[in-house]
């Protein structure tokens, strides 16, 4: 897979598409141009996405709404202008909202990378999620008695990350124990609430809970 990245200087009067008015933050509207030349089937290339279709999304700082797609293999926000498809430049702590399928991504730092994650829970700790696309490269059989497979992309296994009332970022131990030290001096009555409840946190829903039940102790 080859890929050309072409930085493009758009003025705030050419930036049409993004509304007529940008508060603040103008850098934030900053595009990056790709084009591919893909050896790789369209259809094949569609499981990068959980939603292939372009959805109005609300961008912070920009006042209109403007039609987006969530590249999850490549980790980039996208939108289609001229039949060409551009990323949007990540800027830390932007939010962009998709109404329609009731979704928020937001840009953090973690581990010096600038990332999209969807926003699952405020409050003094914020509940993020990863979603996660893996590619699967083209192999070929090992005998003749086996068969080749082509090249694709699979889901894999998204990760939790918690933000807490420091603004500290940590990624959602699979291990209980790890989980727990997340809430410092409270980590004994989330456990017993856990128990109580029977929540697990590896699960999604039983996460929501189990943070919003933090937030209000």
Not at 2 to 31: H, Y
Not at 64 to 77: C, G, H, T, V, W
């Amino acid at each position: 897979m080859k890929k050309t990245f072409l930085i493009l200087a758009f003025s705030l009067s050419s930036l049409t598409f993004f509304g007529q008015n940008i508060r603040q933050n103008t850098n934030m509207i900053s595009i990056s141009k790709t084009s591919e030349i893909d050896v790789i089937p369209k259809e094949v290339q569609k499981k990068q996405y959980l939603n292939f279709n372009f959805v109005n999304a609300n961008i912070s700082n920009v006042d209109q709404a403007s039609p987006l797609r969530f590249n999850i293999y490549k980790d980039e926000m996208e939108y289609m202008k001229n039949n060409e498809v551009f990323y949007l430049r990540k800027t830390e702590d932007v939010e962009i909202k998709f109404p329609s399928i009731n979704k928020r991504y937001t840009v953090k730092n973690y581990n010096d990378n600038l990332s999209y994650f969807v926003n699952l829970l405020d409050g003094d700790f914020k509940l993020l999620l990863k979603e996660n696309v893996k590619f699967i490269a083209a192999s070929e059989p090992d005998n003749s008695y086996g068969s080749a497979t082509s090249a694709s992309y699979k889901r894999g296994r998204d990760q939790f990350f918690i933000i807490n009332d420091q603004g500290e970022i940590s990624l959602v131990s699979r291990k209980k124990k790890a989980f727990l030290k997340l809430f410092n001096k409270k980590s004994n009555e989330v456990k017993s609430f856990m128990k109580e409840k029977n929540l697990s946190h590896k699960k999604r829903k039983d996460l929501v809970e189990i943070v919003t039940y933090y937030n209000q102790l």
